[in-house]
């Protein structure tokens, strides 16, 4: 397809709505099943590993196939790599709901859940790219941002509102009538597109692809509950390097490479990356200790809890949805660095928070960090993706996705992994309770739980755990936004230092 005006669909703010919506339903996939995790472990029997795989299988497929998925979406279209995953997510999430009765059922449905959004994730940004003109682009994907971050905090909102409605199950029902909206209108609205050049699919280097980010991110998520230092973690990290850097030398003798190693030469795509990462590492990071702090430490219902982080998307979607005027007026480079010490600012003052901080010095710190994020996430991936070729859009976006999906990961298991050291040395155990003493230091929530069954008894040592469990946690949690707030601010400085300030290559 040429860059002449006449291909660029009348309909395409039409074709961002259903892009949005299926970016929505990927999204809050990541998140939605947090909240039934009592409920999964009671009724199917549950142990803390077979929880962690429900959790993780669905993150590991998506982020290990995201490139892959995002070639095939290039090769053989776009619009037909979007439905295809809309039905496996589907379908998968159906049968859950109808059929899963064992810890391995769901496990497997997760699995299949993340095959079919790493196929929906890369078709959406793609589409935008070749449906949209340059001078439109920006504002585009800004709402395409937008609605990546606000995906998380309405997963939760739906999780916490299913579980407490109905069931676990229901976490898993309401994808379906979701998808079926998006399906439908994608049928009708969505325009096809693929890399008209026909080249054929580069099997060794998707293969190597997967090895790579697959066992990269089973060390990122094994880590902090096996040991940095495991030999299958250590193991996982040393097949991770040997897969990336024959990826690369793959990729450098390829005729039709998976994904052209020169992109990385336009800083735009490197700069943009990294930022992406790091901006996902602190989201991440952020919400997934957020939500122990209201359940567990201000004692706030699964739904209750999630309704507290919407500050930060009421910040985030006007601020990301009108970056591209802001890009305009101070350039790229200015809003994102901006964006990122709003992000360091925010994460700094939350270590001011203590366990009788009010919910509103909270809400405030949220809308800061929900700012700083809007103006960092969505002008960083509009430089990834102006460095690309409409040919490549698919693989291109796909690796826009992967940088937020090892951001992220990383996010969760060094934040998590400071968190749990600080709580483990700060934590004071009852001696009545040593018997306990090695689930209490190593879960918070069992500690709460423990605390609150030994009041049940009338053991006025289980009040004395609760608070130093409590205290403890905001301890490690001040401690986790401080290095979050650090990584903010380095990537603030990288930004500024090295990403070109100049407009997209497409105006120039």
Not at 307 to 319: E, Q, S, T
């Amino acid at each position: 397809m040429d860059n002449s005006e006449p291909h660029y669909p009348a309909n395409r703010w039409k074709v961002l709505a259903v892009m949005s919506l299926s970016l929505v339903i990927v999204m809050l996939n990541n998140v939605t099943l947090n909240v039934a995790l009592p409920d999964l472990s009671t009724e199917l029997s549950a142990d803390n590993s077979e929880l962690q795989w429900i959790m993780d299988a669905y993150a590991l497929v998506f982020g290990g196939t995201l490139l892959v998925m995002g070639a095939l979406g290039d090769r053989f279209g776009r619009k037909g790599a979007l439905q295809v995953g809309l039905v496996i997510v589907g379908a998968a999430s159906a049968w859950t709901a109808l059929y899963a009765d064992s810890s391995s059922d769901v496990i497997l449905a997760r699995a299949t859940m993340g095959l079919g959004a790493a196929l929906v994730m890369p078709s959406t940004l793609s589409v935008l790219l070749v449906v949209f003109p340059p001078e439109e682009r920006g504002k585009a994907i800004g709402i395409w941002a937008a609605m990546a971050g606000v995906g998380a905090p309405i997963g939760l909102l739906l999780g916490g509102w299913a579980v407490e409605t109905y069931d676990w199950q229901m976490v898993f029902l309401i994808n379906v009538p979701i998808i079926i909206i998006a399906l439908g209108a994608g049928a009708i609205i969505v325009p096809r597109s693929k890399d008209e050049q026909g080249r054929p699919l580069d099997i060794i280097g998707a293969f190597l692809s997967v090895i790579a980010l697959a066992s990269l991110l089973y060390a990122i998520i094994e880590g902090p509950s096996l040991g940095w230092t495991d030999s299958e973690v250590v193991g996982s990290f040393a097949l991770s390097i040997v897969a990336g850097f024959s990826f690369v030398f793959w990729q450098k003798r390829a005729k039709h490479p998976l994904l052209p190693l020169e992109f990385f030469k336009n800083p735009r795509f490197t700069i943009g990356l990294i930022a992406i990462a790091m901006a996902f590492f602190v989201m991440f990071s952020f919400m997934f200790m957020q939500m122990l702090h209201f359940q567990l430490v201000r004692g706030h219902s699964p739904f209750s809890a999630a309704l507290r982080f919407f500050p930060l998307p009421i910040a985030l979607m006007p601020a990301a949805a009108n970056s591209d005027r802001l890009v305009e007026k101070f350039g790229r480079s200015n809003v994102i660095s901006v964006g990122l010490c709003l992000v360091a600012t925010g994460l700094f003052l939350f270590t001011l928070v203590t366990i009788d901080t009010s919910y509103l010095q909270i809400a405030a710190t949220f809308f800061l960090l929900g700012l700083g994020m809007g103006l960092t996430m969505a002008p960083s991936t509009t430089a990834v993706m102006d460095a690309i070729p409409e040919s490549k859009a698919g693989v291109g976006s796909a690796t826009n996705d992967a940088s937020r999906e090892v951001g992220g990961a990383l996010g969760i298991a060094i934040g998590g992994s400071v968190l749990n050291e600080v709580y483990q040395s700060n934590i004071l155990i009852p001696e009545s309770l040593s018997a306990q003493s090695a689930i209490i230091s190593e879960s918070f929530p069992a500690a709460i739980k423990i605390g609150e069954n030994m009041l049940a008894l009338g053991n006025s040592d289980g009040a004395l755990l609760i608070q130093s469990a409590r205290e403890s946690f905001i301890e490690g949690m001040v401690a986790a936004c401080l290095v979050a707030g650090i990584v903010a601010l380095v990537a603030a400085i990288i930004v500024k230092w090295k990403l070109p300030q100049d407009m997209p290559a497409s105006e120039e």
